[in-house]
């Protein structure tokens, strides 16, 4: 039995019933915490002095795309029509799977770095069941917990989510992974047909596994309200950005339990517009958060949960003063709110809340270690801000499952240079079709413009 004791940080658990700090031990038995409180036994332990430390949970990464890693940053100036046309529209389907697991990987090792132990990899690009295989040994070979949602590219509204594949995947990769699980990346009913949504989440609910999809840029319509009279929202069922979505009807999603991610850095930059967390406070919720693609902007859940707070006291703000010529006179929404956030709220979109998102005893040992005795945290007078306001730079150490993935601020049993390189590689590629610029290369790229803005078109006027 391995048994490490942590002892010396001020603790930050998430736990309902505990203070939002405490200075306490924590006591880890392989993959779980074993006990919490004052001067644990160390008697063989392996005991890690965090003097000066904060630790926080495990991050929840609740929505990205980790096989995009490859064109990091070379759409950070795309609009979403842009983004849609190139990396859907023109480079995806010429992804191998060799592609896939590069871009897993070293997007689920930069995830680890950042400080996210969870994380829920959308992969929306699996092109054959070799793509997906590829994707999730990059997974398990990153060694970090993950809901690989199985998705494929966008066909047409009447083609059901692939079962067969989300079967084998159960049966066979995933069931041999303890830090993965499966769920659906489906189209949803903005851009499926009622009936086929209403068998996507079917599905989804007979294997108990999560379906998430997309809702941006347009109003709902019939599909909705049909997959509700079918009875088919639940925990089960996750939205992603649900920009256009009224209050009423968020208010009654959240009430049957179904969760929402917003992406907040993403969708303000590229279009899809950010209402889905102010409908979910003023509804008595609170979104999960996610980073969405790397090709825009970077994969640090921190920054979401930053950018997410100051838009939302900034809305505040603004109503008060309109209202009476001043700003509002209490903040409203704190920074442990925001950690919320990126963590217990993280783990209950992901259907994982009862093993990650805080620390109690029981729970799987998934643990970050933030450095506050670095110049940009110190003096910490208020860990929890701290631990908000943390950079990768802060993030000293990182347990996944009880085994260290980072130490001494670097990643652990981790070629990152080997990765480095075939990610170059791979991106290199991609990003030349990207930028090519001959006659036949821009005469593709106008024909993929415009029918993806003809499917934005319809999308926005849709009624799913």
Wanted: charge should be neutral.
């Amino acid at each position: 039995m391995s048994r490490i004791l942590l002892r010396g940080a001020q603790v930050i658990t998430m736990a309902p019933d505990r203070p939002d700090t405490e200075r306490i031990d924590i006591l880890v038995e392989d993959d779980r915490i074993a006990a919490m409180g004052d001067h644990l036994d160390p008697a063989g332990a392996d005991v890690v002095d965090l003097k000066n430390r904060i630790v926080i949970p495990g991050l929840v990464n609740a929505h990205l795309h980790t096989w995009q890693t490859a064109l990091r940053f070379a759409g950070g100036d795309w609009s979403l029509l842009e983004y849609l046309a190139h990396t859907h529209g023109h480079v995806a389907r010429r992804y191998g799977p060799d592609d896939m697991q590069i871009g897993t990987l070293a997007g689920a090792l930069n995830q680890i770095n950042c400080g996210t132990t969870t994380i829920a990899d959308w992969c929306h690009n699996c092109l054959t069941p070799a793509h997906a295989d590829a994707a999730i040994d990059a997974l398990n070979v990153a060694g970090i917990r993950a809901v690989f949602f199985h998705g494929t590219p966008h066909g047409g509204p009447t083609k059901p989510h692939d079962v067969f594949e989300v079967d084998r995947l159960l049966s066979g990769p995933i069931a041999n992974s303890a830090l993965l699980t499966a769920g659906m990346a489906i189209k949803g009913p903005q851009l499926s047909a009622p009936d086929v949504t209403i068998a996507d989440l079917r599905a989804a609910l007979e294997r108990g596994v999560i379906a998430s999809m997309h809702q941006s840029a347009g109003t709902p319509g019939h599909g909705w309200n049909a997959v509700g009279a079918a009875g088919l929202w639940g925990p089960h069922a996750n939205i992603v950005h649900g920009t256009g979505l009224t209050d009423e009807l968020v208010k009654k999603l959240a009430d049957a339990g179904v969760t929402f991610t917003t992406t907040p850095e993403n969708e303000l930059g590229q279009g899809h517009c950010t209402a889905i967390t102010e409908q979910l406070v003023r509804a008595g919720g609170a979104p999960s958060l996610g980073t969405d693609t790397e090709t825009a902007v970077s994969g640090e859940v921190l920054t979401a949960a930053r950018i997410t707070l100051a838009r939302q006291r900034g809305l505040a703000h603004e109503q008060e003063f309109h209202r009476t010529g001043m700003g509002a006179p209490t903040a409203g929404l704190t920074s442990k709110q925001a950690l919320s956030w990126a963590t217990v709220h993280g783990a209950r979109a992901l259907g994982l809340a009862d093993k990650v998102g805080y620390l109690s005893p029981g729970m799987q040992a998934d643990i970050v270690v933030i450095d506050a005795r670095a110049l940009n945290l110190w003096p910490a007078h208020d860990p929890v801000t701290a631990a908000l306001q943390a950079s990768i730079a802060n993030i000293e150490a990182v347990m996944i499952a009880g085994r260290w993935r980072k130490r001494h601020h670097t990643l652990v049993d981790a070629d990152v240079d080997d990765v480095k390189d075939r990610l170059q590689q791979s991106g290199e590629r991609f990003a030349h079709k990207i930028r090519a610029s001959g006659p036949l290369a821009r005469t593709r790229r106008r024909v993929v413009r415009t029918v993806v803005r003809r499917h934005l078109r319809r999308q926005t006027r849709s009624a799913g």
